[in-house]
């Protein structure tokens, strides 16, 4: 009997599950390049057992190498990012760099300096470089998305661009194309927007600024039809399954809980979980009773495109004091008004008080430039209930059951207590709960 581990090399980005029996070894994603050594993210090792019978989940050794270049690694779920990566590893392996300097002869320009402004290592390496050239400083990216979804991106930003929004134009290519490939990667330039800032945090001056540019945003985008050979993406008609899903998940988090009942943290989880399985499938029963289905229906050019990842970094405040919106890889189809959704919610979440003076002027701002009709803000407002905020702290203990430590039970107990709050302001705010 051969009882030494099984090794298992996981591509970017994958997840993938790792039986309750036999020996396994996650070691991570591939290699930055050839020769070098695996890219860790995190290594799980279960004691070999190779006759075991079906059984309770063995313990796992974690060994969280945290390492910012490293894969998603996952036994059921990705992992999440270590939160030192606010500060991004600025560096590309020698072989991106290449394919970069071999794209931008594509354009019309001379390329006198590169600097690394951002990387997406773990997503099958995307990266933004800022480029000095004769023509002005300007963006160069290499898009991680599959060919087909980057034309749709890319048609949107042009789209966006024609219908005056704050984006950044596209440079076409000296062909006139808005893209170029390289060995089977694609690469675009756009103007790089000078003097952009953040916009304050601390103010809610700040906030509704940040949903005012959203909503030129969406406003903009109405209309949107991805160019021929595009791979649509829409999230129209997903909410009921995205919800689904997230319930599914709170059972996963009762398991995990149950198999380590002797970290410090899973006690109270138990606790609660009731709680929020409760939040759950009521969210689920108002958004079938809503007017979700009808506003939907209306189809992916009456509302136009979501942003998705729309927040304090994605929109930038520029010399003129408009919000300009960057990194539109992940745009989508949807009830364009999520966005919004998660903008504030996230910010409360991020502040620990669910301010209602916040939200109003932050719902106001936006409504004032593309408004919100009555059903669309219940639909909104069942949205922020559902229980977005404890899925997302809770979530990345299927990554790492060690995450259920004592920093966990403070993180819970302070999360009761804003969840409170944000009842009460769902509340004043017209949430229109079913019994």
Known sequence: MNNSPVIIYVPAGAGIYVPPTGGVQIIGSGRAAPGDEPLLTARLILDPEDDAPPGPVPEPRWDAKADRRGAQVSAVAPARRNQEEALPDLTVPPEIQDLAERAAKAWDMKVGSWTVAATKPEKGWGAIWRIETNRGPRALKL????????????????????????????????????????????????????????????????????????????????????????????????????????????????HLARAYREMPASPLLLEVLPRFKAQADEAIRMLEASAYRKLAARG??????????????????????????IDLDGVAFDLAFRDLRKLITGTMDDRGDWDLTWMKAMIRAYHEVHPIEPEAMQVMLIDMYLPNEFYKLVKDVL????????????????????DEHK?????????????
């Open 423 to 435: 009842q009460q302001a769902l509340r004043e705010l017209g949430l229109r709960r079913r019994g």
């Open 143 to 254: 898009l991680h998305r599959p060919f087909e979804r980057n034309l749709f991106s890319i048609g949107a930003q042009d789209y966006l661009v024609r219908r005056k929004a704050r984006v950044a134009p596209l440079v076409p290519t000296r062909d006139g194309k808005l893209y170029t490939v390289v060995d089977g990667r694609m690469f675009i330039v756009a103007e790089w927007i000078q003097g952009l800032r953040q916009a304050p945090k601390d103010t809610v001056d700040g906030a509704a600024l940040l949903c005012s540019g959203l909503a030129e945003f969406h406003r903009r985008s109405l209309g949107y039809r991805p160019p021929s050979g595009a791979a649509p993406s829409s999230r129209l008609h997903r909410w009921p399954r995205v919800y689904r899903k997230l319930r599914t998940k709170l059972d996963w988090f009762e």
């Open 300 to 325: 992916e050019e009456a509302w136009g495109l979501a942003h998705q990842d729309y927040g304090w970094s994605n929109g930038q405040v520029g010399p003129d004091g408009k919000v300009w919106i």
């Open 399 to 418: 990554y790492d059951p060690n995450l259920l430590d004592a920093t966990m039970v403070q993180a819970l107990q302070r999360l009761l207590i804003t």
